[in-house]
């Protein structure tokens, strides 16, 4: 296999501790181990966070803010992820939203965080070495659709063999349980966004008139879309509401009361993966220009109660960058009470990576579009 750049320091560690032992390590095993080993290193050199917290790049004009609050119903079961330097690439950023549902919701969610990454790393760098695309990728006029279709073949391998290690885990029961799982990928000026589930990535650009708009760049995988609710129906699966949840539509297996999964797509949950339900990520792209200013990823919890021109426009007004997931949280969570009052408030994270070093100067964050 071949390695690239980003590997060959974690590769060159894990090689000098296997030297002299007798290992049965394939490739796969040691590319793995590669990117885990960077992982450890990304939280130790303080490039990986993973709790509410904000992230200042040194080495460029990247900032993330990251926030978390648990509801009502649980323990809180969302995972966020941000990780600067990806892969050891200095133009690379990785981010990944988790919400965790059932039983062992948490556990898989955090479980998925911790995975996600590394495997996402470790199968990027195997399909780079595979296409032999490695130089060519710096020459071609065309690099950017062979950078995204190396990326997406990568993320769908991550996220399908994640959920076959959680079905076959000795210690995780994932029969009744799983979580979605929004991850963005950001490579110099070029996105790539894997989304499984119903939370919601939305970008925030400026408009021809120069106020700042909401572009989604997500799908909430919910089970009466169309096409979703088809495949769910052709597989024996059942998609309806409960009586007391009208507009809600869940996943049932085709007789009795379960799931009632309210997502189309999740990791985990394999008690339906034989009827519909599935984990392969929606994977687009978007090329990155001076008027898009930041991407919001956020869980259900948040885009429940607030509209994608709300979160743009409470990010956008927030004078402290640190603060704009916090604040955008808190937005989310008074809406809880003001809005569904008698409903036990859900759980609402978000991820604000920002762009740019500054707001650009002709948007007026008062006039953010609605």
């Known amino acids: 296999m071949m390695f690239f750049p980003s590997f060959l320091d974690g590769l060159a560690r894990t090689v000098s501790m296997k030297k002299g032992k007798n290992t049965s390590s394939t490739e796969d095993d040691i590319g793995r181990e590669v990117a885990e080993t960077l992982a450890k290193d990304a939280k130790k050199n303080d490039l990986m966070l993973s709790s509410s917290a904000t992230f200042k790049s040194n080495k460029s004009n990247k900032f993330a803010s990251i926030c978390s609050k648990g509801g009502q119903k649980r323990i809180n079961q969302d995972c966020t992820i941000v990780w600067e330097e990806f892969g050891c690439q200095e133009d690379m950023i990785f981010c990944g939203i988790f919400y965790g549902h059932g039983p062992w919701g948490h556990i898989i969610a955090k479980r998925v965080k911790q995975s996600v990454p590394p495997s996402l790393l470790c199968n990027w760098q195997k399909a780079l070495a595979l296409t032999s695309l490695g130089q060519e990728l710096n020459t071609e006029p065309n690099r950017s659709t062979h950078q995204f279709d190396i990326w997406k073949q990568s993320c769908l391998k991550t996220y399908a063999d994640i959920d076959q290690e959680l079905k076959h885990h000795p210690g995780i029961d994932s029969f009744h349980s799983g979580t979605t799982a929004l991850t963005i990928i950001k490579q110099g000026e070029h996105l790539v ?111 429940d109660v607030i509209s994608n021109e709300e979160a743009v426009e409470i990010v956008c007004s927030t004078d402290d960058r640190e603060k704009s997931a916090k604040r955008l949280v808190q937005c989310a969570m008074r809406a809880w009470r003001s809005k569904k009052r008698g409903i036990a408030m859900d759980d609402v994270s978000a991820i604000c990576l920002f762009f740019h070093p500054k707001l650009f100067q002709e948007v007026n964050p008062f006039k953010a579009s609605k």
């Open 193 to 303: 966004i894997a989304n499984v589930g119903d939370s919601r990535a939305v970008l925030a650009t400026i408009s021809d008139d120069g106020n700042l708009i909401p572009f989604q760049l997500s799908i909430d995988f919910k089970p009466n879309i169309p096409e979703e609710a088809e495949r769910i129906r052709q597989s024996q699966g059942r998609v309806s509401c409960l009586r007391d949840e009208p507009g809600v539509y869940r996943v049932w297996m085709p007789k009795g009361d379960a799931p009632g999964l309210a997502v189309s797509r999740a990791i985990g949950d394999h008690c339906v993966k034989e009827f519909g339900l599935i984990s392969v990520p929606d994977v687009t792209q978007r090329n990155i220009t001076n008027k898009d200013q930041f991407v919001i990823l956020a869980t259900d919890g948040v885009w």
